[in-house]
C-alpha cells in the first residue's frame, strides 16, 4: 500500500515562508510525477503545484505563480513545497498525490492516484 506522509505544517504569519515536505514510504514505490494541492473550509479542492518524474516540467496555479516554487529528491521519494509570501487566504488542508503511470506535471485531482492524510496549513494576519 502507499502511503505519502506529508510534514512541516503549521501556523505562519501573513508574508512569512513555510516549508511543506512529503515521502513516499513503500520502499518499493517509485513516485512519478508529484503534485500539491490544498481544500480549504467549505470550498472545493484546488491544484497548487505539480512536478513531472525528471523535475523538468513544474505547474503552479496562477495564485501561487513567483511565490511558491516545487522540487523534488528522487532519492528520498520525496517533493518539496516552498511557500512564501504567504497570504491569509491560503489557509488549508494541503494534500501531496502521486499518480500511478503519469509522468507528466499536472494540477488536474483525475491525473492522481495516491494522495497524502494532508496536513494543515494556517497564515495568520
Known amino acids: 500500500q502507499v502511503q505519502l506522509v506529508e510534514s512541516g505544517g503549521g501556523v505562519v504569519q501573513a508574508g512569512g515562508s513555510l516549508r511543506l515536505s512529503c515521502a513516499a514510504s513503500e520502499r518499493s514505490f517509485t513516485p512519478l510525477a508529484m503534485a500539491w494541492f490544498r481544500q480549504a473550509p467549505g470550498k472545493e479542492i484546488e491544484s497548487v503545484a505539480a512536478?513531472?518524474?525528471?523535475?523538468?516540467?513544474?505547474y503552479f496555479a496562477d495564485s501561487v505563480k513567483g511565490r511558491f516554487t516545487i522540487s523534488r529528491d528522487h532519492d528520498k521519494k520525496m517533493v518539496v513545497l516552498q511557500m512564501n509570501s504567504a497570504k491569509p487566504e491560503e489557509t488549508a488542508m494541503y494534500y501531496c498525490?502521486?499518480?500511478?503511470?503519469?509522468?507528466?506535471?499536472?494540477?488536474?485531482?483525475?491525473?492522481?492516484?495516491?494522495w497524502g492524510q494532508g496536513i494543515q496549513v494556517t497564515v495568520s494576519s
Open positions: 512536478i513531472s518524474w525528471m523535475g523538468s516540467n513544474t
Open positions: 498525490a502521486t499518480p500511478q503511470t503519469t509522468i507528466n506535471a499536472s494540477g488536474s485531482t483525475r491525473a492522481y492516484d495516491y
